[in-house]
């Protein structure tokens, strides 16, 4: 069993900032975040992957040059710095990872990019 707790999200105003973290209850390798926009499909942000000491990140086109994902391995937490926001970004926001096969997600946590 892996619990995944997200926290950080709000209300912003367009070109803010916000930072997501991502508190997992055990090591995950890799770990991701998803988004869900109402009445849309949830489509994947990032992830990061860690390879010995290196963490490699990956993001989805939508999100480049303006997400940063990054992880204390040593607490098992994952953040998700978001810059520039839009209003295209409002979504409750989702981690998720698997363990031995068996994928886990966080509650979610919303994120609102209004004025």
């Known amino acids: 069993q892996v619990q995944l707790v997200e926290s950080g999200g709000g209300l912003v105003q367009p070109g803010g900032s916000l930072r997501l973290s991502c508190a997992a209850s055990?090591?995950?390798?890799?770990i991701a975040w998803y988004r869900q926009a109402p009445g849309k499909e949830s489509e994947w942000v990032a992830k990061i992957t860690t390879v010995g000491s290196t963490n490699y990140a990956d993001y989805a086109d939508f999100v480049k040059d303006r997400f940063t994902i990054s992880r204390l391995n040593a607490k098992n937490t994952m953040f998700l710095q978001m810059n520039s926001l839009k209003p295209e970004d409002t979504a409750v926001y989702y981690c998720?990872?698997?363990?031995?096969?068996?994928?886990?997600w966080g509650q979610g946590t919303q994120v609102t990019v209004s004025s």
């Open positions: 998720t990872a698997n363990r031995i096969g068996t994928p886990y």
């Open positions: 055990r090591s995950v390798n890799p």
